[in-house]
C-alpha cells in the first residue's frame, strides 16, 4: 500500500461520545450526537447516529499491520471493556488503503486478526486507486 489510514470507529443510535471516551480512556479525534448539527464538505448537515471515532495519522512508513497494533496500544487492553462497548455499539476499525498503481497486495498475520476478534471490532476495509498525475497530450 502506498498510503494507509487506520479508525476505530464506535457507532449507535443513542451513543454518548463522552461515555465512550471514559471507557476508552483516550480523547476522539471526531465525535457527535445523534441530532447535533455539524459543518460537512456538502454543507451544514444533522449527525444522523451517534459516532465516536479515534484517527491514526496517514503514514506511508508503516504497513496496515503496524497501523492496527500502533492505534489498539492506545486502547484498553481490558477485554471486558470491549464487551460492554460493543453489546451496546457498532465498533468497526476503518482502514483505507491507497494504491498508486494497479496490483498490489496485503497479508495480516493471524495474531493481528486474533487482536480484532478478542475484541469483537470489524474490520472494514477501503481500497482507493489513486493514479498519478499525468500531463495532458497537447
Known amino acids: 500500500m502506498d498510503e494507509v489510514t487506520v479508525s476505530l470507529r464506535v457507532s449507535a443510535a443513542d451513543l454518548d461520545p463522552g461515555t465512550v471516551t471514559a471507557e476508552l480512556g483516550i480523547r476522539p479525534t471526531f465525535s457527535a450526537r445523534r441530532g447535533d448539527r455539524r459543518a460537512s464538505k456538502a454543507g451544514e448537515i444533522t449527525q444522523r447516529t451517534g459516532v ?17 497494533t500502533t492505534l489498539l496500544t492506545k486502547l484498553p ?62
Open 52 to 68: 465516536w471515532i479515534l484517527e491514526l495519522a496517514e503514514s506511508t512508513e508503516w504497513q496496515l499491520a503496524d497501523g492496527i
Open 77 to 138: 487492553k481490558d477485554l471486558e471493556v470491549w464487551r460492554n462497548l460493543t453489546s451496546k455499539a457498532s465498533v468497526d476499525l476503518y482502514c483505507g488503503l491507497h494504491l498508486a498503481d494497479w496490483n498490489r497486495g496485503l497479508e495480516l498475520a493471524p495474531g493481528v486478526l486474533g487482536l480484532l476478534a478478542e475484541r469483537g471490532i470489524a474490520l472494514h476495509l477501503d481500497i482507493y486507486y489513486d493514479p498519478p498525475d499525468t500531463e495532458a497530450d497537447v
